[in-house]
């Protein structure tokens, strides 16, 4: 009993951004998509505050996200290239309505934490869900990962690191999708075939590597639900 309590601490302490180099990549209340998952479904007091503090920081960089974008778009504008310079100043001014609109949700899922931190019932704001999910999270370093792989025993551990594949497949699977459509664009641009042409072929490549990576993470993920004993 003991050595399976301390299994399953080790892996939840490998869930949180307490090492001196992810501190300085990330803001040090932003949590890993695993930690936002785990907090979530334990959903003590403590946890909540945890939550509070992560959605804050996350809504923060929605915002400076927003702020860039903004910036983008206006540049985008004085460029040579006017078709280009138009379609691209829309896409970053979209970008930027996408993240303002993710900031204002983040903020009022980090206030319904807030409330239930203290102890006061609160309903969960409209597209909540998504950000308890992990949406926005970044994901567990590769010191993380490697530390929870080498302790996962208990099937509480083998269910991290299966949410961890299943949410890295879904990734490579909207990459893919994301290279496509850049493929099809640049096939449709008018001027420069040659180089359009070559731009396009090197999304297919990425395409193909995308949905190979994919379907790894799908494999490693049955195996970890396979290792957790199936269906919860």
């Not at 792989?149 to 509480?156: D, F």
């Amino acid at each position: 009993m003991r050595t399976t309590r301390a299994l399953s601490i080790a892996a939840l302490g490998v869930l949180s951004f307490a090492g001196a180099s992810a501190a300085q990549d990330k803001p040090p209340a932003l949590l890993n998509a695993l930690a936002v998952r785990h907090l979530v479904a334990r959903g003590e007091p403590g946890d909540h505050a945890r939550l509070t503090a992560h959605f804050t920081a996350l809504a923060e960089r929605y915002t400076a996200e927003a702020r860039r974008h903004t910036s983008m778009s206006r540049g985008f504008i004085g460029n040579p290239s006017r078709n280009l310079g138009t379609s691209m100043s829309l896409h970053c001014t979209r970008l930027a309505e996408a993240n303002t609109q993710s900031a204002a949700e983040v903020r009022e899922l980090a206030a319904y934490h807030g409330k239930l931190a203290g102890g006061t019932p609160a309903t969960l704001p409209p597209g909540g869900a998504r950000f308890e999910g992990g949406a926005g999270a970044p994901d567990p370093t590769e010191e993380d990962l490697s530390a929870l792989a080498a302790r996962a025993s208990t099937p509480a551990d083998h269910r991290l690191v299966e949410e961890y594949f299943v949410t890295l497949a879904k990734r490579y699977s909207g990459e893919a999708a994301d290279h496509t459509a850049m493929a099809r664009a640049y096939r449709g641009l008018p001027r420069s075939p040659g180089s359009a042409a070559a731009a396009a072929a090197h999304c297919d490549r990425l395409v193909r590597l995308s949905r190979d990576a994919a379907h790894e993470a799908t494999t490693a993920a049955a195996a970890h639900k396979a290792l957790a004993g199936g269906p919860r």
